[in-house]
């Protein structure tokens, strides 16, 4: 071989080398990009919201047997649908603290003993569940269970 095919067949390898290092980049920065767009699959919850058009609300409370719109009260929801359970921090002791999200907003969570809405506060907490009662008589007490485990 003489030295200018020796030349030649060295810069051939350099610009061979220089296309599979720029491929190896674009296809890793396209890769990346694909990564960080697709949804994660541990996205938090989302909340229920009730529907907003109120026609619907009265023409389901007539056929439920209500009299007219402006003398029934407004459908409240009921006790166990307010309260939605994610996740519980449980001791032996039975301390421990409850994920709720009320009334669809934002869960946070609340120790025993505390207040998650006017008038009612978490009584105990357990490996899958927690006791809601109400403050003033604890009588009206409201197990709530988290959903089971999916698995695929």
């Known amino acids: 071989m003489s030295i200018s095919q020796t ?4 810069r051939l390898a350099a610009a061979a080398v220089w296309l599979l290092a720029g491929a190896s980049i674009f296809y890793w920065v396209n890769r990346l990009a694909l990564i ?3 949804p994660s699959a541990f996205g938090a919850p989302k909340a229920w919201t009730p529907p907003q058009d109120k026609n619907n609300s009265v ?4 056929l439920l047997g209500a009299r007219s719109p402006e003398a029934s ?3 409240v929801p009921s006790l166990s649908s307010r309260f939605l359970l994610l996740g519980v921090l449980a001791y032996e002791s039975g301390a421990g603290a409850a994920l709720v999200a009320v ?3 934002p869960a946070k969570a609340f120790r025993v ?3 998650i809405s006017p008038d009612y506060e978490i009584a105990s907490v357990k490996q899958r569940s927690a006791t809601v ?5 604890r009588s009206t007490a409201l197990t709530l269970e988290m959903s089971a ?3 695929k």
């Not at 030349?7 to 060295?10: E, F, I, T």
């Not at 009662?133 to 008589?137: A, C, E, I, Q």
């Open 133 to 137: 009662v109400r403050r003033s008589d």
């Open 59 to 62: 023409a389901v409370a007539k």
């Open 36 to 38: 960080s767009n697709t």
């Open 113 to 115: 003993g505390a207040e």
């Open 7 to 10: 030349k030649w067949v060295s």
């Open 103 to 105: 009334d669809g907003k």
């Open 149 to 151: 485990l999916k698995t």
């Open 73 to 75: 009260n407004p459908l």
